[in-house]
């Protein structure tokens, strides 16, 4: 039990954390353009140059969110398996306060996607 245990946690993590490298959590698709901007400027990117690397980041950008499409219902079942794992050794007042801290989690997730333009 114990080895399940940890296989499930340790799926988790690298879940959690290879979601976080594909898809690092940005407050607003704002920030992409900002950043795109600030490349611009320490390279001191022509016009012309600036319309190709444009259209890569959004090319990457699209590419990325197509990945994930496919990976993210593994990745979401392996949270939501160490999640069950994690509820285990909790007791009422700590599974309240966890699912609590999920809601809010999740309130937030939802308003990032919204401020990107993203729906589920």
Known sequence: MMFILG???TGGVVGFAAD???SPPRPNVFSDRAMVDELAREL???PDQRVVIDSVWDWRRKESREIMKTVRPTLDAVRDSARV???NPLDDAQKMAFRALLERNQRSADSTARARGETK
Request: charged share 15%; no cysteine.
């Open 7 to 9: 296989a499930f946690l």
């Open 20 to 22: 976080r490298v594909v």
């Open 44 to 46: 001191k990117l022509s």
């Open 85 to 87: 794992l994690m509820m």
